[in-house]
């Protein structure tokens, strides 16, 4: 088994602007073998489709406890690096994130800046950008550089007025980036000339959605975005395609 140490070095050395890593996003132990299989070195976990996988809704539906019983049994299941998305933290403390996380077999995570426990408010971009700063303070504090993927929902909440979104996405994403991020996520299906943008002006990899069933990774790479991922768009296309499947047996 790779050291997590080492596992979190190879997940942000993936991270190249211009040379994508895609990130499969997984939800089980079947789904993470699944796309190891198919050859992918690393994979993110998506709070969407794991908690679709338990009956639970998404948006912090389900418990942190729930969601590091998942990452181990993906953890104990393959050995490359897991990236995680941990919502908004689950009203947890950094220290306490970083912590099972670890104990989990993940050296990575997604912090997004919807409290989803406070009725779903907009982290303000300084108090975000704090609380990326807590999970460093808490990852340099033990023997694993866990990669943190700090996200603004500014664009899939439609905050404030289009005119000036990217603007405000960037001042965010800057601070997070300040204070210890490793790579910044503008979540959202963007023009190209906005993910040029928000690439070329923001100081680390970027991260892109894509639609596995459409997405083009040469085109992404023309972009300039560092890191690529599912969300649920994955799983969906396969719900589609059992779908399909059991209809022939109707």
């Known amino acids: 088994m790779t050291s997590l140490s080492q596992k979190a070095t190879t997940l942000l050395e ?14 089980d132990a079947w789904s993470a073998n699944l ?60 220290s306490r994130l970083i912590e099972g996380l670890i104990a989990a077999g993940a050296v990575g995570l997604n912090i997004e800046d919807t409290v989803h426990s406070e009725g779903g408010r907009l982290r303000e971009a300084q108090e975000h950008a704090d609380f990326v700063g807590a999970l460093r303070t808490a990852s340099d504090a033990t023997d694993v550089h866990v990669v943190v993927n700090a996200r603004t929902d500014l664009f899939v909440k439609q905050v404030g007025d289009e005119s000036d979104r990217v603007d405000r996405a960037i001042a965010r994403l800057k601070l997070a980036a300040e204070a210890g991020a490793d790579s910044l996520y503008p979540v959202g299906f963007h023009s190209d000339a906005d993910h040029k943008r928000l690439a070329e002006e923001l100081p680390l990899p970027i991260n892109a959605i894509a639609d596995p069933a459409k997405g083009d990774l040469a085109h992404f790479a023309s972009l300039g975005v560092g890191r690529i991922s599912f969300g649920p768009l994955l799983q969906g296309a396969l719900a589609s395609e059992a779908d399909r499947l059991l209809a022939r047996w109707k």
Do not use: C, M
């Open 14 to 27: 993936l991270h190249k602007p211009g040379a994508p890593v895609v990130l499969p996003t997984v939800w």
């Open 35 to 94: 796309a190891v299989s198919a050859g992918f070195a690393a994979l993110t976990v998506g709070s969407h489709p794991v908690s679709d996988s338990i009956g639970k809704p998404d948006n912090e539906g389900i418990t942190f406890e729930e969601l590091l019983t998942r990452i181990s049994q993906i953890s104990s299941a393959v050995d490359v690096p897991l990236s995680v998305d941990i919502e908004s933290g689950y009203g947890q403390e950094p």
